[in-house]
């Protein structure tokens, strides 16, 4: 499992940047699992036991809107980690986070990371970086559900999971596409049945397939690659 767990040290791009005597120092303690779909691992207010580092899984942040209503905040893959806010020292989580994509997670104690966050330069160093990547990814986010339309914004969203699931095909339903817009599942019904008649992606029973990824970019609007620019920059 030690050397399993250590393959995949560079499968995530976190873990895979920092030296070889810091993930030396971390990999005792790091756990190689698996996720299912729509496993939770955070619920508000629930504590936050471990951090995650997914190698080939997805992860997504849901937060409330009231009256039912939720909305997506964060898409996580192999490019960053869960968990950036018991790093920082808090105790439970602010929202609900659930497994998109099932596959292989690093995951480690909270309280382990956190010391080593505190000690570690290139740890802390990385994960600033990342803390500024996700404020731009909320930030941009919430703009684009205020200001682009639903089909600009589905395409934004399609495209973020397949740059980290890193296949063509993959789990979806309208009722969660609908949670991760925050808009109702009508109007993602319409948009999706537009890309269909496209031949931008084929659905099937749960299952959504990208056909033509070209398509897709020129529907997005430019939030897309405002945040995946974010990610490239140097701290």
């Not at 036991?49 to 809107?65: Q, T």
């Not at 009231?66 to 018991?86: C, F, K, P, Q």
Request: aromatic share 6%.
């Amino acid at each position: 499992m030690l050397g399993s767990t250590q393959l995949g040290l560079s499968q995530n791009q976190i873990l895979a940047a920092l030296s070889r005597e810091e993930t030396k120092d971390l990999l005792p303690s790091l756990e190689l699992i698996s996720l299912r779909p729509g496993e939770i691992l955070y619920r508000p207010g629930a504590p936050m036991r471990y951090v995650y580092f997914p190698l080939n899984s997805v992860v997504y942040l849901l937060a409330s809107m009231g009256g039912g209503r939720t909305v997506e905040v964060n898409l996580i893959g192999e490019e960053g980690m869960l968990g950036l806010r018991a790093v920082l020292g808090a105790k439970t989580s602010g929202k609900l986070a659930a497994v998109h994509i099932p596959g292989s997670c690093l995951r480690i104690k909270a309280n382990v990371i956190q010391a080593q966050f505190k000690r570690c330069g290139g740890l802390h160093d990385r994960l600033l970086r990342y803390t500024r990547y996700l404020l731009c990814q909320i930030s941009q986010t919430a703009a684009c559900n205020r200001g682009h339309l639903v089909e600009q914004r589905l395409a934004r969203w399609l495209l973020m999971v397949h740059d980290r699931a890193k296949k063509d095909e993959f789990p979806i339903t309208h009722a969660l596409l609908s949670d991760m817009l925050g808009t109702p599942r009508s109007e993602v019904t319409l948009a999706a049945g537009m890309f269909r008649k496209a031949d931008i992606v084929r659905y099937v029973r749960g299952r959504i397939t990208i056909l033509n990824r070209r398509k897709l970019e020129s529907t997005a609007c430019q939030c897309y690659r405002i945040v995946s620019d974010e990610l490239d920059h140097p701290i």
